[in-house]
């Protein structure tokens, strides 16, 4: 599930910003194209609910690098406006799914843009069908 919100988050960030700007969902040892998002997921919890249902919080981060070091606050700021909007819905498998509490901050020139998307996740389980039961029922009287 956490792939699909990953993929989901990328998709969004090139409708968003396009292909100049390039996304990493795994660490990159050189040749770092910026300005480019990171996309990572942060402390994925699962709280048991009544019968098969599972709630699980997912904290995503959304790093974001700068091309103008220079300028990297006012940057930083304006991709983060439009994170915002570009981050409030997502398709997840086929259903939207929204993105709450929203927050970024800025450390060192790189921007951290955080959003959870929780949701409910069914377990189906396997079950096996009985054979073909056959009964004579008979009346007295």
């Known amino acids: 599930m956490i792939n699909s919100i990953i993929e989901s988050i990328s998709i969004s960030l090139n409708a968003e910003f396009g ?3 390039t996304t990493y969902t795994e660490s990159v ?3 770092l194209n ?3 998002f990171f996309v990572f997921c942060i402390n994925p919890t699962n709280r048991v609910f009544l ?3 599972y709630f699980r919080e997912n904290q995503f981060c959304i790093q974001y690098f700068p091309a103008d070091k220079d300028r990297a606050k ?5 991709v983060a406006e439009r ?3 570009c981050l409030e819905y997502i398709t997840v498998t086929g259903d939207l799914v929204r993105g709450t509490k929203m927050k970024y901050e800025v450390v060192d ?10 949701l409910f996740v069914y377990k189906v389980a396997d079950s ?12 007295k009287g």
């Not at 020139?109 to 929780?118: A, H, I």
């Not at 096996?128 to 009346?139: A, C, R």
């Open 29 to 31: 040892e050189q040749g």
């Open 83 to 85: 994170l915002f909007s």
């Open 51 to 53: 019968g098969k249902r």
């Open 128 to 139: 096996i069908p009985m054979e073909d039961l056959s009964q004579d029922v008979t009346v």
């Open 19 to 21: 292909d100049e700007y």
């Open 34 to 36: 910026e300005p480019c």
């Open 109 to 118: 020139g790189v921007l951290n843009f955080f959003v959870n998307y929780d």
């Open 74 to 78: 006012e940057e930083c700021n304006a």
